[in-house]
């Protein structure tokens, strides 16, 4: 026994030490790394798999530009790009809004009568009671707010569903909105008040727009180097320097076209205020979104929102804060609205205010099943529509043609979001 107890054995020592475990990453990710060739694998794969992201819409986009032009050569002029780009800001503030609520996977159907409500506070403040325009401006976005506050809280807290919800408030506010009104059937927007310049003012100067455009390709160009170190030092793939200069370019082509288009050409007026507006909020709220915590946020209640609550969420919070955001910039939306009308009436915000809206967030790509869109969609989606509706314009058509179009690309669009996602799911990748 003691020969045995002396017998030598192996040791720590001489057991070698176990390797280090090895981060696992996305196969996805390398394509960063790949360059073009891993580019063009990436968009073959999402294709198989249905995930078509704003192709569709930018196709759609390219083919209404050529149908249009080659049916009237006036599409594309200078004039009638700048008239697309005022009508589609109003509606497009309010379809940031809507996209918002959509990743939530829910609906919000006030949104015309809380327009309408918005507009109607400003006229009765500032022209009626001779409050100081831009304050009355202010208490208007403030009341949409808080409309939205109150649409969340019923919603999240008392278990009404948002369908309800908003249906109600529709009805409720639009009352409101004609109450506060009184006898007048309409109040003017006064010359040279804030809300006449939201869609009248235009930057005539070309600096302007060329330092808009400037400003716009230097951000973008800093965000992609700032996201590519931030990768490295976390030991990400990251883009090479051969993408980002080609995303670059490609952005400052089109900036730079858009700026000598609004400047150049002869009829040309400058850059529209309400289209720097409108951008401004596609940025921040873009930025909200996919930057904060509050953007994974709404996408994590959008996609499982038991899964959301059980991970620490607090959904109510959410979803209190999304129906209050639509509420918001439904009510500046209808300002501008206000602005492009000649100024507030009882019928503002009705008719077909509500479904370009949703039109809008649904065609430009976010889905109506929720946790899933972004919210350049409401870009894209205004830009379709009004395309749509300044071609057929041009060509003498009556507006339930518009009508007409725009719907069958409403239920086009719903149709390919419907098709992707059963894609996606024989795929195993919904």
Do not use: C
């Amino acid at each position: 026994m003691s020969d045995l107890a002396k017998t030598p054995t192996s040791t720590d020592s001489d057991t070698p030490a176990p390797a280090a475990p090895v981060p696992a990453v996305d196969p996805r990710l390398l394509v960063r790394e790949e360059g073009l060739a891993g580019y063009w694998t990436e968009f073959k794969r999402k294709m198989r798999g249905g995930e078509l992201g704003s192709l569709p819409v930018v196709i759609g986009l390219i083919v209404i530009a050529v149908v249009f032009q080659l049916k009237n050569d006036h599409f594309l002029d200078a004039s009638s790009l700048a008239n697309i780009a005022v009508f589609t800001s109003g509606l497009g503030i309010m379809a940031v809004g809507i996209v918002f609520v959509l990743l939530l996977g829910e609906i919000d159907l006030s949104v015309g009568s809380v327009a309408g409500m918005g507009a109607a506070v400003w006229a009765v403040l500032s022209v009626t009671h001779d409050l100081n325009d831009w304050l009355a401006v202010v208490i208007a976005v403030l009341a949409g707010l808080a409309i939205g506050a109150v649409h969340g809280f019923f919603f999240a807290k008392i278990g009404v569903p948002a369908f309800v919800v908003t249906l109600a408030g529709f009805l409720g506010w639009s009352g409101l909105q004609i109450w506060l009104m009184g006898g007048e059937g309409s109040i003017n927007t006064p010359e040279g008040s804030v809300v006449e310049d939201l869609t009248g003012h235009f930057f005539a100067e070309k600096a302007a727009a060329y330092g808009l455009a400037a400003v716009a390709i230097i951000a973008y160009a800093a965000s992609l180097l700032l996201d590519s170190k931030r990768r490295k030092a976390a030991g990400l793939p990251s883009r090479p320097v051969s993408e980002i200069v080609l995303r670059t370019v490609v952005v400052a082509v089109l900036a730079g076209g858009a700026a000598y288009v609004l400047n150049e050409p002869a009829g040309a007026r400058g850059l529209p205020l309400a289209l720097v507006l409108f951008l401004a909020v596609l940025v921040v709220a873009d930025f909200v979104a996919r930057r904060t915590t509050f953007g994974r946020q709404v996408f994590a209640v959008g996609g499982n929102a038991e899964a959301a609550r059980r991970a620490g969420i607090n959904v109510d919070r959410v979803r209190i804060i999304v129906f209050a955001v639509s509420g918001m910039l439904a009510a500046f939306g209808g300002l501008f609205i206000a602005s492009l009308s000649g100024g507030a009436t009882k019928s503002l915000g009705g008719g077909n205010t509500l479904m370009m809206v949703i039109a809008a967030a649904v065609i430009g790509g976010t889905s109506l099943f929720g946790g899933r869109g972004k919210v350049w969609s409401a870009l894209l989606g205004m830009l379709v529509i009004q395309s749509i509706q300044q071609g057929l314009n041009l060509l003498g058509m009556a507006s339930e043609i518009q009508y007409m179009i725009t719907g069958a690309v409403l239920l086009a669009a719903v149709v390919i979001d419907s098709v992707s996602r059963r894609t996606q799911k024989s795929a195993g990748r919904a």
